[in-house]
């Protein structure tokens, strides 16, 4: 069964660090993109950026770049999304997505989506 | 890159057809059919319905279709059953330095 499972909740202070993690299984990580979302609470969704595990070059989305970093530790199959001094205004639902398509070529097309990790950032 | 534009909601009776569309520009929507469509149920992840504008993947009604013209794409549910009461986005490529959209998020109320 084709799955990527994330890491759990998690509860932070303003000016924290926090990485999170989906890990995949059931298919090919390094041939498939990996994307990640933002859902701030009842609101809409938001690319945060891109990666293709073969070549591990993450394309941020503008709202993001310099605020996340996204990287993937591929003798695991394992995506991140890591924040190095977290704001109240990063309090949402993240989701990770596997591409559709098995192929360097982005389409845009997401199959596969973990369950979702909540952040909440409060001091 | 803004997001792509949706209505804020649509409505319809069981039985009836509906239609969500997705407005972007020739950047995005009008670049490719690169166009996907996503279902989501409060507090569950996405669903992808369609990809590349028209195509189902395995598993997924039929009362699910798309099109595009020019700039808009747009979500068909027919047959509209009380288990589509969801929010759906519309999502595309784009050829800016944004890899990829949503679209702002319809809700779907079955009334």
């Known amino acids: 069964e084709v799955q990527l499972v994330q890491s759990g909740a998690e509860v932070k202070k303003p000016g924290e660090s926090l990485k999170i993690s989906c890990k995949g299984s059931g298919y090919r990580f390094t041939s498939y993109w990996i994307g990640w979302v933002r859902q701030m609470p009842g609101k809409g969704l938001e690319w945060m950026g891109i990666m293709y595990p073969g070549d591990s070059d993450p394309r941020y989305s503008p709202s993001f770049q310099g605020q996340v970093t996204i990287s993937v530790d591929k003798s695991t199959s394992t995506a991140y999304v890591q924040w190095s001094s977290l704001k109240a205004s990063d309090t949402a639902m993240y989701f990770c997505?596997?591409?559709?398509?098995?192929?360097?070529?982005?389409?845009?097309?997401?199959?596969?989506w973990g369950q979702g990790t909540m952040v909440t950032v409060s001091s | 890159q803004s997001a792509l534009t949706q209505p804020a909601s649509v409505s319809g009776s069981p039985g009836q057809s509906i239609t969500i569309s997705c407005t972007g520009t020739s950047s995005d929507v009008g670049a490719y059919d690169y166009v996907s469509w996503y279902q989501q149920h409060p507090g569950r992840a996405p669903k992808l319905i369609l990809y590349d504008v028209s195509n189902r993947p395995s598993g997924v009604s039929n009362r699910f279709s798309g099109s595009k013209s020019g700039n808009t794409a747009s979500l068909t549910i027919s047959g509209l059953q009380a288990e589509d009461e969801a929010d759906y986005y519309c999502n595309s490529f784009t050829i800016t330095t944004t890899p990829t959209v949503f679209g702002t998020g319809t809700k779907v109320t079955v009334l």
């Open positions: 997505a596997k591409s559709h398509y098995e192929s360097s070529g982005f389409r845009a097309a997401f199959d596969i």
